[in-house]
């Protein structure tokens, strides 16, 4: 397993850019994000010799320039400078915390109900489902026909190349989880886990986390990381054996 000072580093050198998105990185990462996904910017990895008061003023600024009216940041205990007292001085709403989690990929078996199976993503119907659990869970837009189609195509790339998989679990036959797990400098990145409420407390998220451990073993991972939110994963991941290593704020802001 990575060390301590190396799983927070990768913690905070890890950002999502959406397919579709637009982002550029300069003296902190800014993505703006597609309509399908909320819109707006999402703001992270400050590293600059500026003020916070300037560095927030230049993601103010660049938000503006996109056309957008709301700017999302999450701060990071490596940030340099600390946003967190600027972004409350600009009246900024604290709207999410997230755990820094980690743990030997081959640790402690994660218990999974016999009623729950896992599967690796392949097939266009399987994004279909994906998209079904997606779209409520985290308010997003359904995926058209194309749309579909690039997802099964990034989903197939990153699967062929080792990259990552995108997982499906199934309650009584039914698609009712899943999540995603990326493979970076030894470490399984687990993302984007989603349960439909339904059916949620069956282990359907059991089987998710487990089924990616194991395609993180398969592609040579040895520490598998994770930002679990502190009011739903984060418990779950603690009892699978996850160490709980730092917390990330997110603050929104309306420019």
């Given at each position: 397993?990575?060390?301590l000072e190396d799983i927070l580093r990768a913690s905070a050198a890890w950002v999502w850019v959406p397919r579709g998105a637009e982002h550029e990185k300069t003296e902190l990462q800014l993505v703006r994000h597609p309509a399908r996904f909320g819109g707006g910017v999402r703001a992270s990895q400050v590293e600059s010799v500026r003020d916070a008061a300037a560095v927030l003023d230049l993601a103010i600024e660049r938000t503006r320039a996109w056309g957008e009216t709301q700017l999302t940041f999450w701060t990071?205990?490596?940030?340099?400078?600390?946003l967190e007292d600027e972004l409350r001085r600009h009246g900024a709403e604290h709207v999410d915390t997230v755990a820094v989690l980690a743990r030997a990929v081959g640790g402690l078996p994660v218990d999974v109900p016999n009623d729950v199976t896992a599967e690796v993503v392949r097939t266009l119907a399987q994004v279909r489902e994906v998209d079904?659990?997606?779209v409520p869970v985290w308010d997003q837009q359904p995926l058209?026909?194309?749309g579909l189609r690039e997802e099964l195509e990034e989903v197939t790339a990153a699967l062929v190349s080792g990259e990552g998989v995108r997982v499906l679990t199934r309650v009584d036959g039914a698609a009712?989880?899943?999540g995603g797990c990326t493979v970076v400098?030894?470490?399984v990145r687990l993302w984007g886990a989603a349960t439909l409420p339904h059916a949620r407390g069956r282990g359907a998220y059991?089987?998710?986390?487990?089924e990616r451990l194991r395609v993180g073993a398969e592609l040579g991972a040895t520490?598998?990381?994770?930002?679990g939110r502190l009011s739903t994963s984060a418990p779950i991941l603690a009892r699978a054996g996850f160490a709980h290593l730092g917390d990330e704020r997110g603050y929104v802001l309306t420019v």
């Amino acid at each position: 397993m990575h060390s301590l000072e190396d799983i927070l580093r990768a913690s905070a050198a890890w950002v999502w850019v959406p397919r579709g998105a637009e982002h550029e990185k300069t003296e902190l990462q800014l993505v703006r994000h597609p309509a399908r996904f909320g819109g707006g910017v999402r703001a992270s990895q400050v590293e600059s010799v500026r003020d916070a008061a300037a560095v927030l003023d230049l993601a103010i600024e660049r938000t503006r320039a996109w056309g957008e009216t709301q700017l999302t940041f999450w701060t990071n205990a490596s940030d340099r400078p600390d946003l967190e007292d600027e972004l409350r001085r600009h009246g900024a709403e604290h709207v999410d915390t997230v755990a820094v989690l980690a743990r030997a990929v081959g640790g402690l078996p994660v218990d999974v109900p016999n009623d729950v199976t896992a599967e690796v993503v392949r097939t266009l119907a399987q994004v279909r489902e994906v998209d079904a659990v997606n779209v409520p869970v985290w308010d997003q837009q359904p995926l058209d026909a194309d749309g579909l189609r690039e997802e099964l195509e990034e989903v197939t790339a990153a699967l062929v190349s080792g990259e990552g998989v995108r997982v499906l679990t199934r309650v009584d036959g039914a698609a009712v989880s899943t999540g995603g797990c990326t493979v970076v400098d030894g470490f399984v990145r687990l993302w984007g886990a989603a349960t439909l409420p339904h059916a949620r407390g069956r282990g359907a998220y059991r089987a998710v986390l487990a089924e990616r451990l194991r395609v993180g073993a398969e592609l040579g991972a040895t520490t598998a990381l994770v930002k679990g939110r502190l009011s739903t994963s984060a418990p779950i991941l603690a009892r699978a054996g996850f160490a709980h290593l730092g917390d990330e704020r997110g603050y929104v802001l309306t420019v």
